[in-house]
């Protein structure tokens, strides 16, 4: 208050007007963008033969996702609207400045593998998908990932099996939609 406005007081004196103006004193949530209901259900659509072939074992399905670990928003605390939930943006540093690792769960094994790398990219990724096929060589892989710039590349999409495409975004993530028909 000093500072910014020339007017000394006291931290007790802040707090009450703040209390007075209806805010309090909590944890902040992160605020995510919200799926979109259409695009989600014409996934699950696409989704349930590929998930009835992958348990009638006409094929293994694979669902891939990277993590980028300790590199988001720490919300903290602050001041927000009495009753209201109090929200900070999410936002991470660039790639260059990430921690990443590859996560993989075999849905017809039902395991999980997690595969460090220093960061997500198209070359990375390329890797990823090449340890992938050296772990199941017959070929029937099916595989699910999100719409990450990287896994459009010409190199990765050369390296990917069948895919059904990405999940709707839950954020602002982009998509590219591959049908769960399109070729290895």
Not at 2 to 19: M, S
Not at 27 to 32: D, N, V, Y
Not at 72 to 95: E, I, K, M, Q
Not at 119 to 127: C, F, K, P, V, Y
Request: with cysteine; glycine share 8%; charged share 25%.
């Amino acid at each position: 208050m000093r500072e910014r406005f020339g007017r000394p007081c006291c931290r007790e004196t802040v707090r009450a007007a703040l209390h007075r103006l209806d805010l309090s004193w909590k944890k902040a949530k992160k605020l995510l963008g919200r799926a979109d209901p259409e695009r989600r259900a014409a996934f699950l659509e696409r989704l349930r033969p590929v998930l009835a072939g992958a348990q009638r074992g006409r094929h293994r399905l694979v669902y891939l996702d990277e993590a980028h670990v300790h590199q988001d928003v720490d919300p903290g605390y602050g001041w927000g609207v009495r009753g209201r939930r109090f929200h900070v943006a999410s936002s991470s540093p660039g790639l260059s400045a990430r921690v990443s690792f590859y996560g993989l769960y075999l849905y017809d094994e039902g395991q999980v593998r997690l595969w460090p790398y220093p960061r997500a990219n198209g070359g990375h990724t390329t890797d990823v998908l090449r340890r992938l096929r050296a772990e199941m060589p017959d070929g029937k892989l099916v595989l699910i990932w999100d719409g990450a710039p990287y896994h459009r590349a010409k190199a990765v999409r050369a390296t990917a099996p069948r895919r059904c495409g990405p999940p709707p975004p839950t954020s602002a993530s982009s998509c590219c939609p591959c049908p769960a028909t399109a070729p290895t």
